[in-house]
């Protein structure tokens, strides 16, 4: 098993930033991804951003140029700082960790989820 804990969120004017951080424990070494979704409230959840083993990242079209997603393999974390942080932008953010249990099997783990709350 994968835990995940999550910290980071509150709450930000329009136009501020936040910096959010997860941290992995267990076995660490089946994570072949990280990276990091959310959730608004009466919508499903959406990926955010994510960073594979290799380094390769993706991020949702509504937050490029704007976030950044960023691991740490010798520490197990990734981070996501997000910037010019929207209204849209508001939700619980969750992170994941995606491990590798068979040859052919994948499991995503999940953290409990950090607010982000972006009001004036």
Known sequence: QVQLVESGGG???PGGSLRLSCAASGRTRSIIGMG???QAPGREREM???VSSGSGTTYADSVKGRFTISRDGAKNTVSLQM?????????????NARAQVSIEAVYDHWGQGTQVTVSS
Do not use: E, F, M
């Open 11 to 13: 709450l930000v004017q």
């Open 36 to 38: 990091w979704y959310r």
């Open 48 to 50: 955010v951003a994510s």
């Open 83 to 95: 910037n010019s942080l929207k209204p849209d932008d508001t939700a619980v953010y969750y992170c």
